[in-house]
């Protein structure tokens, strides 16, 4: 996808998932430059999630496919094929982090883990 951003630094501090009832977040400090003059390509994002455990965590693995994301880039947005692509992966590109549960917490009765008083 394409988003446009002013020339600067710029970290992704957290990524939330949802899954039915269940809402999870992970702190995921990855940082990257976005120069002031071109298109800045990030790389290709892929995110691998543990099965459900008491301990659960994401891991996020940053590659780069330019070259296939260059010629999507100029199929999709014609206008920006005369504009120079800079690469700027973000660091770290490998990262593992705790998945934390949101609330608010299912409310269904089996989830319960309390007597009702």
Same mark, same amino acid.
């Given at each position: ?10 970290q992704v501090t957290r990524m939330f998932i949802q899954?039915?009832? !269940?809402?999870?977040?992970? *702190? %995921?400090?990855?940082?990257? #430059?976005?120069?002031?003059?071109? &298109? ?13 455990? !008491?301990?659960?965590?994401? *891991? %996020?693995?940053?590659?780069? #496919?330019?070259?296939?994301?260059? &010629? ?18 973000? *660091? ?18 089996w989830f319960n883990r309390h007597n009702s008083t």
């Amino acid at each position: 996808f394409f988003l446009p951003l002013d020339p600067g630094d710029y970290q992704v501090t957290r990524m939330f998932i949802q899954e039915g009832g !269940f809402r999870s977040s992970a *702190e %995921v400090p990855m940082e990257f #430059e976005v120069p002031e003059y071109g &298109v800045v390509y990030l790389g290709t994002w892929r995110f691998q999630i543990d099965s459900p455990n !008491f301990i659960r965590e994401v *891991e %996020v693995k940053i590659s780069s #496919e330019q070259v296939k994301a260059i &010629v999507e880039l100029h199929a999709r947005y014609p206008s920006l094929s005369l504009q120079p692509v800079v690469s700027a992966l973000p *660091e770290p590109s490998l990262l593992r982090s705790r998945l934390y549960e949101i609330t608010p917490y299912p409310r269904f009765r089996w989830f319960n883990r309390h007597n009702s008083t």
